[in-house]
Structures are given as structure tokens and as C-alpha cells.
T-cell receptor, first 113, second 115 residues
Framework: QKEVEQDPGPLSVPEGAIVSLNCTYSNSAFQYFMWYRQYSRKGPELLMY????GNKEDGRFTAQVDKSSKYISLFIRDSQPSDSATYLC?????????????FGTGTKLQVIP | GAVVSQHPSRVICKSGTSVKIECRSL??????MFWYRQFPKQSLMLMAT?????????EQGVEKDKFLINHASLTLSTLTVASAHPEDSSFYIC???????????FGEGSWLTVV
């Protein structure tokens, strides 16, 4: 079993829809969670990060963490064609230093005009 | 957000030659930098973790003699692909972790084509 599981998609939604992207994990040591967006042929771009369970909102994006279920989500409201990209979740143990970050495989999202 | 610069963005080299890719954190200090490889339509594959002032830690299956990593300062890490072959053609991406905290920022990636 992989430490981080993420549905690769592709996920196709109409413009304006609410998108839900999810990852599950098995390592209870993970305390720090990140979401990245990667456009084709580009490096990943950090969207959001969070330490705690609950919701964190930034514009149209909401990151949700449920540590009891080992489940994290990224919601995109009012999705736009420019949101079409691959979304990667990432996580690591909380403490700093040289902790390894584990990535999901990425979910490809396509927002159709 | 923090900026990580990767250079060159594209490089074409002849088989048997060596290629160096630089990764710089422009506005923060990075004790740890990571090097990834990504094949088309596939996820990031961690190759090695580079810690400033010490030897890199390579993932299983990655040849340390072929992918030479140097992390000489808190803002610069380099990946040298030694004696490159066509099968080394890929998208190489670096990332850097800020000295304070766990946030990781990625470079734009470098496309390597070996002919």
C-alpha cells in the first residue's frame, strides 16, 4: 500500500462547477499537508499548506484535513478553464529539519468552458 | 511566494556528454533541496535529497555515480547527469525547503534531451 493515495483522474467538469480533489494517507506521522498545481511542462506551484485538521480557505480554494480519517481534500469553487492542470497533494511529518515529503501521484483536472 | 530558479530550462546534448542543472532559491535559504524526475503524464519521482554541506541521499534505484548532486550553499544545488544517454531524456525538477518551516517550493523544471 502506498503511503499516499490519489486518484489520477482525469476529472472533467464544466466551468463554474465545484471541484473536489482528494488524497488518503496511511502514515499517522504526517502532520503537514500541501497542495500543488502543475501545468503541463511546468514545475509544480504551491497552492496551499496546512498543519491542522479543519478547513483553510484562500480565495476560491479550500483545503480540508481530517486526520482521524487520514483524508485530505482540496475544493475549488467556481472552477475556471485556467484551473485545468494536475493537482498534487503532499505531506510530511510536522517537525522541521530534513523530513521527507511524500507526494500523491496527482489528479488531472480539466475544466470545460 | 518564494522563488526557486532552475537553469537551464531546456538543454539538448549529445550522448556521452555531461550536463549540469542548477537550482537556486532566490529569496530564502534552503537547507534541503530535492531533485525529481518526471516522465510524460507521470508523477514526480524523487531521485535524491540534497542537504547543504553533506552528501546527497539517493532513492533506491538511482545511480549516484550518474546523477551527481552537489549542495554547496544554502541557496544552490546542482544536478550533473554524467555521460548522458537517450534514456536519461526527461523533465528534471528541483524543489527547496525553507530553512524555517516545511514549505517546499519548486523550480520550473529542466527539459533534458539527449541525442
Amino acid at each position: 500500500q502506498k503511503e499516499v493515495e490519489q486518484d489520477p483522474g482525469p476529472l472533467s467538469v464544466p466551468e463554474g462547477a465545484i471541484v473536489s480533489l482528494n488524497c488518503t494517507y496511511s502514515n499517522s506521522a504526517f502532520q503537514y499537508f500541501m497542495w500543488y498545481r502543475q501545468y503541463s511542462r511546468k514545475g509544480p506551484e504551491l497552492l496551499m499548506y496546512t498543519y491542522s485538521s479543519g478547513n483553510k480557505e484562500d480565495g476560491r480554494f479550500t483545503a480540508q484535513v481530517d486526520k482521524s480519517s487520514k483524508y485530505i481534500s482540496l475544493f475549488i469553487r467556481d472552477s475556471q478553464p485556467s484551473d485545468s492542470a494536475t493537482y498534487l497533494c503532499a505531506m510530511s511529518p510536522q517537525s522541521g529539519g530534513y523530513q521527507k515529503v511524500t507526494f500523491g501521484t496527482g489528479t488531472k483536472l480539466q475544466v470545460i468552458p | 511566494g518564494a522563488v526557486v530558479s532552475q537553469h537551464p530550462s531546456r538543454v539538448i546534448c549529445k550522448s556521452g556528454t555531461s550536463v549540469k542543472i542548477e537550482c537556486r532559491s532566490l529569496d530564502f535559504q534552503a537547507t534541503t533541496m530535492f531533485w525529481y524526475r518526471q516522465f510524460p503524464k507521470q508523477s514526480l519521482m524523487l531521485m535524491a535529497t540534497s542537504n547543504e554541506g553533506s552528501k546527497a541521499t539517493y532513492e533506491q534505484g538511482v545511480e549516484k555515480d550518474k546523477f551527481l548532486i552537489n549542495h554547496a550553499s544554502l541557496t544552490l544545488s546542482t544536478l550533473t547527469v554524467a555521460s548522458a544517454h537517450p534514456e536519461d531524456s526527461s523533465f528534471y525538477i528541483c524543489s527547496a525547503r525553507q530553512l524555517a518551516g516545511n514549505t517546499i517550493y519548486f523550480g520550473e523544471g529542466s527539459w533534458l534531451t539527449v541525442v
